[in-house]
């Protein structure tokens, strides 16, 4: 089978090949090497530049997607925060700096439903939200983003 399939690696006690969108080759020059997987990486990333060479990768049996759309809440993150704040959390990621106003109309809520929701991502840390005069506006964090975009694509928990 091809090393070049998709989250392939190779080691053969000298050289490790690990299956990443650029080729490259890097020296370790004395500098560790730290391999940290996580639920939340979409593919294998590294940076040849720091101290250390962090190679970060998926964490899960499947593959991860990203929906690039956000046609619908992923079905894990429904599941964890319900329908309309999934819903909430999604529209907030697909339109940074959304009004309560026009967060509200996009879930089919009224202003104070909308306000709720908002609240609770915010107490959660999946959003940030910015008060201009009369306006508030909503702005997804890096968590927030990173719940919507992460699911594992044969079903399986990430």
């Known amino acids: 089978m091809s090393d070049r399939r998709r989250g392939s690696t190779r080691w053969d006690g000298r050289e490790l090949r690990l299956n990443t969108t650029i080729d490259a080759e890097e020296s370790l020059d004395g500098r560790p090497l730290i391999f ?11 940076d040849p530049l720091a101290d250390s060479v962090i190679i ?8 991860i997607t990203r929906d690039p759309y956000l046609d619908a809440p992923p079905p894990a993150l429904v599941s964890l925060l319900g329908a309309t704040r999934a819903a909430a959390l999604v529209a907030v990621v697909r339109t940074p700096a959304l009004t309560t106003g026009r967060l509200a109309l996009a879930l089919g809520v009224s202003d104070a439903s909308a ?6 991502l915010r107490e959660s840390g ?6 201009n005069g009369q306006s508030v506006h909503h702005t997804p964090t890096r968590l927030g983003k990173d719940l919507v975009h992460g699911s594992a694509t044969d079903g399986r928990p990430a």
Do not use: D, W
């Open 36 to 46: 940290q997987p996580t639920a939340l990486a979409t593919r294998i990333v590294f």
């Open 56 to 63: 970060i990768y998926p964490a899960t049996g499947g593959a």
């Open 115 to 120: 306000s709720r929701h908002a609240s609770v």
């Open 126 to 131: 999946l959003v940030a939200t910015i008060r």
